[in-house]
């Protein structure tokens, strides 16, 4: 099978299964795209929190991309946790080389409310990576943070979509409303349009990791050639399935359901 599709993950772990590497590599599979992943950082983590992280040498994070570089073909790649500046220089310097859409989720907090990277990270992300990216995924607190401006209302989300593209060089923003009160609803700005994609809120708890799941979701529709508007849209579908039927397992907010629509 040579025709098979790639995609590529660039991220910290979750040991207990529902964001990070596993929920991407996942939800990879979920897709019928060929994962592969690089580790930034291993976190203890759970339903409830995080206990402690151990970051990866730079070294190690350089030779793990220079060896699929090097051998395998990548159609699309996505970044979450990546934890401090050094990381970020290295990380970026091999993006250069890979010709393919990447996808950044500017992970900075888990759903729990721990941080994931540090305060000089967040700025070199947004001067430094972002202009790389073909999307970039925040959710409310990240777009306010990535814009300086505060967003309240559907419409401030969509000045931030437009803000980030116009300001940051990214070719696109998808800003997501999981964290608005009423409908689900997200903004993508392309540079010449905006899109909505709106699906019901579904009242769960059961939360951890869909921010990974959709932006792992949509790198594998880019890897398999979809447009950006439709990989967008089939993830929005994916993500909303995986919410509806999320998992009621452990003491906290539980993970997503990754085999909630079965694409064949
Ligand atoms: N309760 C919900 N019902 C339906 N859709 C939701 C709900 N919560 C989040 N979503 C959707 O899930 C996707 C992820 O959005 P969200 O804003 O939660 O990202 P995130 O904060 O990065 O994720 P996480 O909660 O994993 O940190 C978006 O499409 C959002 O609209
Ligand atoms: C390694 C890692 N990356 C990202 C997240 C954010 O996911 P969420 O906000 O859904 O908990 C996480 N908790 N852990």
New binding site residues.
Partial sequence: MNNVSCALTI????PSG????QADLKTFQELQTYGMSVIT?V?A?NTTG?TSVHHMPINMIEDQLEVIIKDMPIHALKT??IANKQMMEIISKKIEKMDAPYVMDP?M????GDS?IDTEARSFLREYLLPQTALVTPNIPEAEFITGHSIETLEDMKDAAKHIVDHFNADAALIKGGHMKAEAVDFLYDGSAMHTFSAKRINTKN??????TYSAAITSYLAKGYSMVEAVQKSKDFVTAAISKSFELGYG?GPTNHWAIRER
Wanted: hydrophobic share 35%; proline share 0%.
């Fill in positions: 991220a910290g772990t979750d529902g964001a990070g590497i950082s976190v983590q995080v979450g946790m992970v907090v888990a759903t729990s994931l939360t951890h990791g869909t921010g990974c907010n």
